[in-house]
């Protein structure tokens, strides 16, 4: 994964609340929905590579755009 530097420090928390969140129910501790963990990956992936993929200086590092 490529990206610039905010986005993969965004991207980097997203998944570390995400992976705290699970530990919090792996531990008994909260109940989170019900919903499994490959599919919250697969949500917060998606959020990610969205969001990097309007992002000016991620295009301007793949080569798909003048970094504004």
């Given at each position: 994964?490529?990206?610039?530097?905010?986005?993969?420090?965004?991207?980097?928390?997203?998944?570390?609340?995400?992976?705290?969140?699970?530990?919090?129910?792996?531990?008994?501790w909260w109940d989170f929905?019900?919903?499994?963990?490959?599919?919250?990956?697969?949500?917060?992936?998606?959020?990610?590579?969205?969001?990097?993929s309007k992002c000016p200086?991620?295009?301007?590092?793949?080569?798909?755009?003048?970094?504004?």
């Amino acid at each position: 994964m490529m990206g610039c530097n905010k986005c993969m420090q965004m991207g980097g928390a997203t998944f570390l609340i995400l992976g705290l969140a699970y530990l919090a129910v792996d531990l008994g501790w909260w109940d989170f929905w019900n919903i499994s963990w490959w599919t919250a990956l697969f949500v917060v992936w998606g959020i990610g590579s969205w969001g990097s993929s309007k992002c000016p200086d991620c295009m301007a590092m793949r080569g798909m755009g003048k970094k504004r």
